[in-house]
Every structure is written in structure tokens, then in C-alpha cells.
């Protein structure tokens, strides 16, 4: 019977047969999310009008036996980064508090396109800025696994969302690992694609040249089917990539990686790691080489400076981005009692509709980029970034795909590190290269730490326009894993998922 | 005692430098498809991405780029292989994004030149003036502000936006530092500007309406003591809306550095704002500190590499520089010097040229325009291509010159056509000013007059050849000025036994 | 290098037109002085002869047609306006215009 519980493969094959319809599969997930979202607290904004008359427009057309896409009628959780036409859209900040946009971004459009069902817009750090959904000005959202605990950011509500089965497929943006990390520490799939693959249009800036929309979900096969549907050129945006999507639903169901040479970077797989982390990422590579895969270590030396480079060059591009947000034309405005100047109402509107970790980049940026200080920050985190892709073109010459354990650490406790940003930073210490460099990367669970039975998450990293390859190894490890374990790694999830 | 110029310019060498920023004539903005049209309802012409909203992304105006380019190789430049857009980062409520997308260290096009030629105590004099640079840019929105109720001591003052203009492509036209112009930089200045804004408008990339705003010159002047070879500080002047306001403004501005220099004070460096009336300059907005735009490129755009096949194609088309047209229309008409400056600083070249083409002898097309037309233009206060066209002065050119009408006759015709009541054909039909040249009718009139005065008929007949002017006059009266005056002369004499 | 300053944190919250208080800054120069140390160490590769990388793609030439395409309405673009009078949006005074 399908239920929240079916995967989105499952649910489209259910929609398909007829053995069910999109408005009671939306049903289902909408009650679930009344059940369970007071815990977790993955949505901002539930969208139940909208989305039951998409799930209608889906079933009429089905029945009139027009052709639908694959995912038409399936619901869909949206990170709040994105526009939605007359839908709220926060970015889970004060400073939109409210904010309808009057334009779709290109991803809703072709979801909508699609007749995918969008439930409703889902929390996150403050404009994406952040590794625990801590830094929501309306709240954090709590790890489905363990509410004391954080999902992962800036993208925590879309996985949690996931984990808690209040949707089977979600949207997220990646800029430094805020698909990947979530996915990690909930036990679910996510993929940031190939720079440029995905089309920014519509998706709120923090940092332009690393920012990437993404598919999200429980299993590799769901978000492949979801990353099909979001990828692809758009002439809106001008970093888009003007070639054709990579076939990875194919690439997903292949499940052979024999002959294919998986490469263990040395610079993220050890040092101040979670020895549970380490222990399930080496048992997931025994099960590659039991399917034919070849293990090689490569060595990307550079990547010591990634993260660094990545806090020069993020904060400075998000308070450039970030600038337009002045009370004038949308959007928070404090302070105007007819008296006050337009720069007072916009030092008061930044000063209050702004939280502290935006604040704090901002003004990093800001130093980074001022004169006297670019060479010696922006500048020289630009070159290492060129020496970071040499690094990866050095790597990929030796191996077809790259891995590591997605982050060092599973899900921590809320409050945690909010004192802490250099320790809150280092989460993204595995993931950060990849934006950097521009490549894809996804990451996929692989087992549960035996010290925290908490999710931990296996990254792979594809080189760039090559996406498809990273699906290939993710479903074959996937099908290993279930295999082993005899189940899903969700079947574990305590009481809250409702079984 | 203060100086005047002549005696500034004696003490002090004024350095120039001058800025020029003019708006293309795409049909659309620089990043987006908004029409540029002048004069539209507000805020009904722009979209997410020229209003900044969040998530929007700029996609660059093709037609702009070789506009650019265009103006580039008009002012003999080199084409940069490799150009970039920069942030701009500042912020303005006329600036959506609160920066301006422009061009930084790698603009379009560098190091040109223009070759103008002023009036000088010794005659015409060559001059050359250095570009540095041509750079891309995005216009802003325009503000109104509305001031306090009068009797309200904390009045409600606001301000009012409207960024229809927000995004209409800028070209920015940056000269080196001029120095050498001595006393007739204010000559080299106007000469520069005049020359640029017909270089423009003969590349038909602007209509260069400085009075629109279509054309923007900021005037930069620094002085220093004469053959001291030092810099002294400069003051950027804006609000030049004129070609007569460039050159009163470096007077106005040499006048009030000099005797600020006489006085032992120093010349801040600032903005100032031009002041009609007065020819003089006032401080503009003051700034506590000087701004720091914290350049970067532009992540979300990228490099334009200009193919240099095209480049060629371009240079190929570039139209024949107004300055040689006009030495050669001078040779082709052999026009003096003083009736060409005339033709060429009463702005009639064009239409002169065009009437000529049309058939009208080349002489007569200059006298007509600048005499007669210029006269009924300047009593109306407007300029004189806007009272007629070339065609219908050329019209009434061709029919002199057959012997249909006289100058007389067709002063009354240029009035008439003038008034709306028709073509010269028409006016002439209507109001019967047609030559009166058949021999009979005039025979009849020429024996009228010799009835009428037959004294100065038989002195004539003695061979007092003068006298006959009193009797063509008398017949001219009597055919209402419509006789072809030499017509009557010939066949009076003859009559009289003289011819 | 020397830490930051609480004035310099001041100066580029200025530039970054964000109001801050006393203490605010001086948490914020505090926490910026430890992220900075951190990533210092860009400058020990970034070498004079390696170059920039601003896009992770190598993509250049990328432009459109210059074609009119429709608007927002006024409406829609007013839609967000904390202040609006006649389609135009209202802001406070402009300090300093001419």
C-alpha cells in the first residue's frame, strides 16, 4: 500500500497504475506534517491550497490520459531559498518576513512544469549561511533521529522534511555542503550537481559562484529522477551550462561498478574525524570493492586551505549579494518615523533583520574586499581556488570518482557550537572543496555510528559535467548497503517517523 | 583683488580631464529584456532582475557589447581580448542592488585617442586628446524628492523612485589627463565633447540629447603653477548639461581654483555641482569619508572575449569620422572657413547636405539655411530643421533655379510652408506666387508703366540705362513683386531700343 | 598581523550600513580576529604566478539578443513596497542630494 513511507519511485508508479491519486497522496503527507512538524519544525510555510490544486490539475490530467513527466502528482518539500510566485519566501530571515515574490525561479517552474507537488517552503539557516538550520530567525528544526540534535544546515529542514516522511523529495541549494551535510547527519540522499547545471535564476544569492540547487530524497534512484527534472539549461542565467543533462536515472539503476576506480582522498578521511564515521565510510568502501570497484588513494594537498579560501570568498560575494536588502523596494523596513534618513532606516532595517551569523559575514566580506585587504584576502583565496581545481584535475586523472566520509562528525546537539563559528565552520570541511572547484558531489547514508547510532553520510565526487557517475557509484553502494543490512537505513528511525 | 580667467591662465596651467557617460539606444536594458523607452508611466518597465529583486541574475545585452565596441574604434582604441564586468559596490536607493555592475580593471576598449582642432590666437590648432578608457555600466533609477509642508519645522520630506531607468546600458568614455590646453582648455573641452557627441551620433549607438540626460559630461580640472610641471588637486564638476556649459564650467572652475590659490588656500578634492545661471560651481554632496567600492568581478556574468574577425567586420563599418566629412563637404563645396564654422556650429551640416542631394544647388542650399530659415527659426525660438525639411527647401531651391520663382517670391513660399499650409507646390498654388514670365502679360505691363511715366521712358531711349529701374520697379508694383525682375529688364530695353 | 580593531569593525559596519552597538562591535571584532588568523593562511599558495579563478567554468561570450520582452506590471513591481505614493515607492529623505 502507498504510503509516506513508499519511495517517490514508488509513489509515481502508484499515481501510474491508478492505485492512488496525487490529492490523497498530498493528503497523507499533509496530515503528516500536521502530526509531526510541531517536533520537528521542517516548514516554514505549508502551502496546502496550492498544493492540493496542483495534485487535482495532476489527477484531471492523468485521467484524461494526457502524458505526465515521472514525478507529476509527487510531493515535494522547497528550501525557502528559492522563489515561489506569491508564496512566502523567507530564507528563513527576518528581513523577509512575509515577502511574496512576483516571479517563479526556474526550478519552481519547471516543478510546477512537472506537476510536481510543492507542500510548502522549508527552514533554514539565515540566506543559507550555516551548517545547523541554528541560525533561522524562526526557529531551528530538530534532527528527526534525535530532536536535541541539529538536522544540519543551512538546508536542515528539506532533510529533515525527508526523514520525517512529511515528503519523499526535496530541494535544497548547496554552497559549502548545506545539501550534503543535512543529508549526512539524517540518514537521506543529497546531491549537489556540476556548477551551472541547475539554473540560479530565482534562487536567493549568498554566494553566486558556489551556490547550486539540488535534488533531494530518501534513496540515489528518487533523486536522480528529481535531479532530471531540475537540471538543465536556462538563458536566464548566464553561468547555466549549455549542454545536455547528464542521464542519471539511468546511471542510478546501472548498479555495476566494476572496472571503475574510486579515490580515497587522503586530506579528508582521517584527522579529527568521529572514529564511527571512519569506521562506517571504510566498511561502505569494502562493499564497492566487493562489487568490482578499485580503491586508489589520491592526494589533494591544497584542500588544507579550502576552508579558508571558502571563508574569504563566500562572505565576500553574500555582502555584495546580500547589500540589496535596504528596506527600500521590499522586504523589512525600521525605523521610518518620517524624521529618519534613508541610510538610518537601512543601518536600523540590517541591524535588526539580519541575525548575527549574517551580520558576522557580512562584515568578513566586507574586509575581505576593501581596499588594501583584497590581495591579501579575496585575491589570494581566488588563486587557491585555481589550485584547488588543479588538485581535482590531478585526482580525476588517477580516478573516476572521489570519496570521503561527508562530514567529520554525526548530528551534534543544538546550541552546541552556536558560540563557536571557527568549530561550527569545520562541518563543512569535507564538503567545501567540491563548491570550490565547481564539480558535483552527493552524499548518500552508510550506516548508523555505533557510539551515537546516529546517520553518517558517504560523499562522492564526480568531476564536473560528469554527474552521472557519482549516481552510478551511489546506486550500487546503495543496493550494497540495503542489501547488508536487510533493510533501509530509515526503517531505524525512531517512533516519531509514525511506524 | 580677484583674478579673472585671462589672468588666471597666465599664473596657472589648468590639467583637464573629462568623463563622458552616454546612454545606448538599445531597445532593451543592459541585463534584462525591459524596453528603454523615455517617458513611460513609472515602474512599468522593469522587472526582478533590473529592480534586483532576490534571486534575479543579469544576462548582458548583446547589442550593447558592440555598441561599446564601435565607440571604441571610433576613438581609435585598442579592443581588450579579454574584458570583464566588476561590482560596484556602494549604496544608493537609486541602486537596486545597492551596486552597480560596471567594469573595473579590464574594461571593453583602452587607449584611443580624438583629434579635435580649436580656435587659437594663431589660427586653427590641432589638439589631441588621450582616452584611457570606454567601460560598459547600467544606468540607475531616478528619484524625486519631495520636500516638507511649509510651517513644519521637521518637514516630511521623502523621496520617490522610479527605476524604468534602472539598467539602461551606460557607456563610460574616460580621458587621459589633459594637459598642455593652456588657455583654451575650456575650447579643447567643449571641442572634445562636441566632437565626441557627433562621432556618436554618426555611429548611431545613442542620441546623444545632453539636454535629456542621454549624454552626461563630468568635468575634472585641477591648476597648477605654470611651468611648475606639478599637479595640483583636482574638483570633478557634474550637472554639465550643455556643449556652452563644458566650456563655462573649466572657466568658472579656473576662475574659483586660481583665486582660492591667490588666497593661500587649498583646493579640496570634491564633487561639485554646475550652476546655469552663474557659470559657476557649488560643492555637492558631501561624503565623510571617501567611498570604498570594494571592486570584484562579477560572479554572475562572464568574460567577454571579442572575436577579433568581428572586430574587423566592425572597424569595417565604422562610418566616415565627422571631422573628415566635413573637410571634405568644405573642399566638394569650397566654402570658406568662417561659413563653414557657421553651417557646422549652427548644427545645419546634416540638413544642409541632405538638400543638397536632393537637387539644390550647393550655395543656395547654404545661404537659404542659413540665412532665411536660421532668421523665421530664431524669431520662433526654435531650431530651424524643426520649422521644415530638407525636401521642401530643396523644393523651393529647384524652382528658383528654373526661373519659376524669385528669392522674393520664395521667402513668401518658405512661410507658407512654414505655416502648415502645404508644400512649396501647393503654397505656390494657393497663393498664386508663381514668377509671372510670359512675354505678353508682361509686355502689357511693361507699356503700362511706360504710359504712366513717359519722361523716363524717353530718357532711356537717350541711353540713360539707370532710368529704367524706376520703370522695372513700377512694373514690378503692378504685377504684385511676381515678375521675374530680369525678365522685365531685358524686354523693357529691348522695347526701349536699348537691349 | 594585528588583530582587528573595535574602530576598524566600526568603519566596515558603516560601509556595510549595518547599525551596530558598542558591544556588539566589540563581540564582532573578537570573533572576526579568530576567523581571520584562520584563514590567513591563503596568502602561504597563493603564489604571483598562479592566477584567479572567479568561475569555476571556463564559459565566456554569453549574451542576448536585444529584444523587448515584457515587464513586471507596475503593481507587481510595487508589490513589496513598504511605502508606495502614485506607482512610485516612497523612501526616507536622501541625506545630502542636490
Known amino acids: ?499 | 583683488m580677484t583674478l579673472t580667467y585671462d589672468q588666471a591662465v597666465i599664473k596657472y596651467e589648468p590639467t583637464l580631464g573629462l568623463e563622458v557617460h552616454v546612454e545606448l539606444n538599445t531597445k532593451s536594458k543592459m541585463f534584462c529584456g525591459c524596453a528603454t523607452e523615455f517617458g513611460a508611466e513609472p515602474n512599468t518597465q522593469t522587472c526582478p532582475i533590473c529592480l534586483g529583486l532576490p534571486g534575479a541574475l543579469p544576462v548582458v545585452n548583446g547589442r550593447a557589447i558592440e555598441s561599446s565596441i564601435l565607440i571604441g574604434l571610433a576613438l581609435n582604441c585598442q579592443i581588450a581580448p579579454f574584458s570583464r564586468f566588476a561590482r560596484k559596490n556602494y549604496f544608493y536607493p537609486d541602486m537596486p542592488k545597492n551596486f552597480q555592475t560596471s567594469q573595473y580593471d579590464e574594461p571593453i576598449c583602452v587607449n584611443g585617442y580624438l583629434d579635435v582642432e580649436i580656435d587659437t590666437d594663431e589660427g586653427k590648432m590641432p589638439f589631441r586628446v588621450e582616452i584611457e578608457r570606454v567601460h560598459m555600466e547600467e544606468d540607475t533609477g531616478k528619484s524625486l524628492h519631495v520636500g516638507g509642508e511649509t510651517g513644519r519645522i521637521h518637514g516630511a520630506d521623502y523621496s520617490l523612485l522610479d527605476y524604468n531607468r534602472a539598467g539602461i546600458p551606460l557607456v563610460e568614455i574616460v580621458t587621459k589627463i589633459i594637459p598642455g590646453a593652456k588657455k583654451y582648455a575650456p575650447q579643447v573641452a567643449r571641442a572634445y565633447v562636441t566632437e565626441l557627441r557627433d562621432i556618436l551620433r554618426s555611429l548611431g549607438v545613442s542620441d546623444v540629447k545632453m539636454e535629456q540626460g542621454s549624454m552626461r559630461c563630468d568635468v575634472n580640472l585641477s591648476l597648477a603653477l605654470a611651468g611648475s610641471g606639478a599637479l595640483g588637486t583636482r574638483s570633478e564638476t557634474k550637472n554639465v548639461n550643455s556643449l556652452r556649459s563644458v566650456e563655462r564650467a573649466v572657466i568658472g572652475e579656473v576662475i574659483r581654483q586660481s583665486n582660492r590659490l591667490e588666497t593661500g588656500e587649498r583646493i579640496i578634492q570634491e564633487t561639485r555641482h554646475f550652476l546655469e545661471e552663474s557659470g559657476q560651481t557649488r560643492p555637492g554632496r558631501s561624503k565623510e569619508q571617501a567611498e570604498d567600492y570594494r571592486y570584484f568581478p562579477e560572479p554572475d556574468l562572464v568574460p567577454v572575449v571579442p572575436d577579433t574577425a568581428w572586430i574587423e567586420t566592425l572597424r569595417a563599418q565604422l562610418p566616415e569620422r565627422p571631422s573628415a566629412r566635413r573637410k571634405r563637404l568644405q573642399a566638394e563645396w569650397s566654402v570658406p572657413d568662417k561659413e563653414m564654422d557657421s553651417l557646422v556650429n549652427s548644427e545645419l551640416l546634416d540638413v544642409v547636405e541632405e538638400t543638397i542631394s536632393l537637387g539644390a544647388e550647393p550655395a543656395r542650399a547654404r545661404s537659404w539655411w542659413l540665412g532665411e530659415v536660421s532668421r523665421l527659426a530664431n524669431e520662433r525660438e526654435v531650431a530651424p530643421t524643426s520649422l521644415i525639411t530638407a525636401a521642401s527647401v530643396a523644393e523651393v531651391i529647384v524652382l528658383i533655379e528654373s526661373g519659376e520663382l524669385t528669392d522674393k517670391l520664395a521667402r513668401q513660399v518658405i512661410e507658407g510652408v512654414i505655416a502648415g499650409e502645404g508644400s512649396a507646390k501647393e503654397v505656390i498654388e494657393k497663393r498664386g506666387l508663381k514668377v509671372v514670365s510670359d512675354d505678353g502679360a508682361l509686355m502689357k505691363a511693361i507699356e503700362s508703366a511706360i504710359a504712366a511715366s513717359p519722361d523716363t521712358a524717353e530718357r532711356v531711349r537717350s541711353g540713360n540705362i539707370p532710368a529704367a529701374g524706376a520703370l522695372i520697379g513700377a512694373v514690378m508694383k503692378s504685377t504684385g513683386g511676381q515678375a521675374d525682375a530680369a525678365k522685365v529688364r531685358e524686354l523693357l530695353l529691348k522695347h526701349l531700343g536699348q537691349g | 598581523m594585528a588583530g582587528i580593531s573595535r574602530d576598524e569593525v566600526a568603519h566596515l559596519a558603516r560601509l556595510a550600513r549595518i547599525e551596530m552597538s558598542d558591544s556588539e562591535l566589540d563581540h564582532l571584532a573578537t570573533q572576526l580576529d579568530s576567523i581571520l588568523v584562520a584563514v590567513a593562511s591563503v596568502q602561504e599558495v597563493a603564489q604571483a604566478d598562479v592566477s584567479p579563478t572567479s568561475h569555476p567554468l571556463p564559459l565566456t561570450n554569453v549574451t542576448r539578443e536585444d529584444f523587448v520582452r515584457p515587464s513586471l506590471s507596475s503593481e507587481e513591481a510595487l508589490s513589496g513596497a513598504p511605502a508606495q505614493v502614485e506607482d512610485r515607492f516612497k523612501v526616507p529623505q536622501i541625506l545630502g542630494e542636490e
Open chain 1, 1 to 499: 500500500m502507498t504510503n509516506i513511507h513508499s519511495t517517490a519511485t514508488q509513489m509515481s508508479d502508484a499515481l501510474s497504475a491508478g492505485t492512488i491519486t496525487s490529492v490523497e497522496l498530498t493528503e497523507q503527507h499533509l496530515d503528516q506534517i500536521t502530526k509531526v512538524d510541531k517536533q520537528v519544525h521542517a516548514f516554514l510555510h505549508v502551502d496546502r491550497e496550492n498544493a492540493l490544486a496542483q495534485a487535482r490539475d495532476v489527477d484531471a490530467k492523468r485521467k484524461s490520459g494526457q502524458k505526465l513527466s515521472a514525478l507529476a502528482g509527487v510531493p515535494l518539500a522547497l528550501k525557502d531559498v528559492l522563489a515561489q510566485k506569491g508564496v512566502p519566501t523567507t530564507c528563513g530571515s527576518k528581513m523577509l518576513e512575509g515577502w511574496r515574490p512576483p516571479y517563479d525561479s526556474t526550478v519552481v517552474a519547471k516543478l510546477k512544469q512537472a506537476g510536481v507537488v510543492i507542500l510548502g517552503k522549508t527552514n533554514m539557516d539565515e540566506f543559507a549561511m550555516g551548517s545547523s538550520t541554528e541560525n533561522s530567525a524562526y526557529g531551528p528544526t530538530h534532527n528527526p533521529w534525535d530532536l536535541t540534535r541539529i538536522p544540519g544546515g543551512s538546508g536542515g529542514g528539506s532533510a529533515a522534511a525527508l526523514a520525517s516522511f512529511e515528503a519523499p523529495l526535496a530541494i535544497g541549494t548547496d554552497t559549502g555542503g548545506s545539501i550534503r551535510q543535512p543529508a549526512a547527519v539524517t540518514g537521506t540522499v543529497g546531491v549537489k550537481p556540476t556548477y551551472g547545471a541547475v539554473s540560479r535564476y530565482g534562487l536567493v544569492a549568498f554566494s553566486s559562484s558556489l551556490d547550486q540547487a539540488g535534488p533531494c530524497a530518501r534513496t540515489v534512484l528518487d533523486t536522480a529522477l528529481l535531479h532530471e527534472v531540475i537540471a538543465g539549461y536556462d538563458q536566464m542565467d548566464s553561468t547555466s551550462i549549455n549542454a545536455p543533462v547528464p542521464q542519471v536515472v539511468a546511471a542510478a539503476k546501472k548498479l555495476d561498478v566494476k572496472g571503475l576506480k574510486i579515490g580515497v582522498v587522503k586530506e579528508l578521511s582521517g584527522q579529527g574525524y568521529q572514529s564511527g564515521v571512519l569506521q562506517r565510510f571504510n566498511e561502505a568502501l569494502d562493499e564497492l570493492v566487493k562489487a568490482g570497484a578499485e580503491i586508489v588513494e589520491v592526494s589533494c594537498p591544497n584542500f588544507e586551505y579550502a576552508l579558508a579560501a571558502y571563508y574569504l570568498i563566500a562572505p565576500s560575494e553574500a555582502s555584495s549579494n546580500l547589500a540589496r536588502f535596504d528596506s527600500m523596494r521590499y522586504g523589512l523596513r525600521v525605523g521610518d518615523d518620517g524624521k529618519a534618513s534613508a541610510e538610518e532606516v537601512m543601518n536600523l532595517t540590517r541591524h535588526e533583520g539580519f541575525g548575527a551569523e549574517v551580520k558576522r559575514r557580512i562584515i568578513l566580506g566586507t574586509y575581505a574586499l576593501s581596499s588594501g585587504y583584497y590581495d591579501a584576502y579575496y585575491g589570494s583565496a581566488q588563486k587557491v581556488r585555481t589550485l584547488l581545481i588543479r588538485d581535482y584535475q590531478a585526482a580525476f586523472a588517477k580516478a573516476d570518482v572521489l570519496v570521503s566520509p561527508t562530514c567529520p562528525t554525526t548530528a551534534f546537539k543544538l546550541g552546541e557550537n552556536v558560540d563557536n563559528p571557527v568549530a561550527m565552520y569545520l562541518n563543512d570541511i569535507a564538503t567545501i572543496p567540491v563548491n570550490m572547484a565547481g564539480i558535483g558531489a552527493m552524499s548518500l547514508p552508510c550506516g548508523l555510528a555505533p557510539e551515537d547510532g546516529l546517520p553518517v553520510g558517504f560523499q562522492i565526487m564526480s568531476p564536473a559535467m560528469k554527474d552521472d557517475l557519482m549516481y552510478q557509484v551511489g546506486g550500487t553502494l546503495e543496493a550494497a548497503l540495503v542489501n547488508k543490512w536487510g533493510k533501509t537505513l530509515l526503517s531505524d528511525i525512531p517512533v516519531l517517523a509514525g511506524k
